[in-house]
């Protein structure tokens, strides 16, 4: 979900402005001076594509008399933007200022007098002092991606200078003020235009945007808007559906987010927040797709532990075990009969889960003879944090009604595959 200009971010999804978000972003003022050093770039390049029509006309000049004058070629060949500044516009959008810009532009020029004299030659602009001012907005379109527009825009020059190139230097200095303001006048009206089109275009390149994102063979996550921006004056907050499906089919959960919100520090550039709703959602979607489930053998157990997988091992508390299958490794079944139920708190996420283990007996020709079948009710608190860049998480269990061995399982193969899945959000 990456774009260059971080401070046009984002409103999407007019039939879902009732919908409370899954996930929530804030981008601080800090967000935005990043945006902004991006977007002067684009504006940057977009003002040098400034095209300036061919000028001609006549002006009396004493004591020659009339002068017929055409200036023609002209094209940008520098622009320079050292002063910008962005601020957020509660309720609306962002402001853009940009102040003591210049424009170099060359072009050139030919001049005719007493009917029969002709001269030409060429000439260098100078426009200091560029002002522009221009307003933001954030739409949403019909696809539930980002648009953006300029809702309005001034831009003033304060001085412009012509340097002649070729023929009768004292000529052209007679009406050299003339030529000033003409062409003043006609670079000041292509400074806004360009504008809105650098915004514009970054509109097809909102188009391209994907508001899902798959996860896995199993997981999908649409991380569409469910209501505009809030901007207020220190900060943009973007509500996002933040809702796991399964991949190809968008069957939704039998619970719906609830409302939340998130602290009201600004002192980095991002916050992100995550609510119950977008981790129940996937923990849905992978029960629903036979996911939750894990075979366990015995080289997964480890190599510290007293306890092995074996007939051995479960004889000492189930002794037809070690009698009817002597000597024989064993396979665990782990898997939830029922979708995980995840609470949040701060800083720590506890994960209610319903499951079964399921024990075979791995007999000479490979085969598995089931041996019993445990009902497993356990509770795992989650220590959440962020690891370069990745949503990450530490899993440590507490279980009812369950044996040493299992504890064993559970902490060296269940709990280390958990945390290491965990890290999927970039």
Not at 267 to 277: D, R, T, V
Not at 335 to 361: D, H, S
Request: glycine fraction near 6%.
């Amino acid at each position: 979900m990456s774009l260059c200009c971080w401070f046009i971010l984002l409103a999407f999804i007019p039939e879902a402005l009732s919908t409370d978000p899954g996930v929530i972003v804030k981008l601080t003022d800090k967000g935005l001076e990043y945006g902004r050093q991006l977007g002067m770039a684009v504006i940057q390049k977009q003002l040098l594509t400034i095209k300036v029509a061919d000028i001609s006309g006549s002006e009396s000049v004493s004591p020659i008399g009339s002068v017929e004058y055409r200036l023609s070629n002209m094209h940008i060949v520098d622009v320079g933007l050292p002063k910008s500044e962005v601020d957020l516009v509660p309720g609306s959008g962002v402001r853009l200022f940009i102040g003591n810009a210049f424009i170099s532009l060359h072009g050139d020029w030919k001049v005719k007098y007493l009917k029969i004299i002709k001269d030409s030659g060429s000439f260098d602009l100078n426009v200091n002092g560029l002002t522009i001012s221009t307003s933001i907005a954030i739409k949403s379109d019909e696809t539930g991606r980002p648009a953006v527009s300029t809702v309005d825009c001034v831009a003033s020059i304060s001085s412009v200078r012509v340097i002649f190139h070729g023929g009768a230097s004292w000529l052209y200095n007679l009406f050299t003020s003339f030529i000033d303001r003409s062409l003043r006048n006609a670079i000041q009206t292509q400074v806004c235009p360009s504008v809105a089109n650098a915004v514009s275009q970054l509109n097809s390149q909102l188009k391209t945007l994907n508001v899902v994102a798959q996860v896995d063979q199993y997981a999908e996550i649409d991380y569409s808007m469910v209501s505009s921006p809030m901007v207020s004056q220190s900060s943009i907050d973007l509500s996002l559906k933040g809702e796991f499906y399964n991949v190809g089919k968008h069957q939704e959960p039998p619970f719906s987010p609830t409302p939340f919100s998130l602290s009201s520090q600004l002192s980095n550039m991002l916050y992100f927040g995550m609510s119950a709703f977008t981790a129940n959602s996937a923990a849905f979607v992978y029960n629903s797709a036979g996911a939750l489930s894990l075979y366990i053998t015995d080289d997964m157990i480890p190599h510290t532990s007293l306890f092995r997988l074996n007939t051995m091992t479960f004889g000492a508390f189930i002794p037809q075990v070690a009698k009817l299958f002597p000597g024989l490794l064993m396979k665990l079944l782990v898997q939830t009969v029922k979708t995980p139920v995840i609470t949040f708190e701060p800083n720590n996420a506890t994960i209610q889960a319903t499951g079964t283990v399921t024990a075979y007996a791995i007999l000479p020709n490979t085969t598995l003879s089931p041996l019993f079948v445990l009902n497993l009710e356990t509770s795992v608190s989650t220590k959440v944090f962020v690891r370069e860049m990745r949503l990450a998480g530490a899993c440590v269990p507490s279980v009812k009604s369950l044996d040493n061995f299992l504890q064993v399982v559970l902490k060296g193969v269940v709990i280390p595959k958990v945390n290491g899945e965990f890290l999927y959000f970039t």
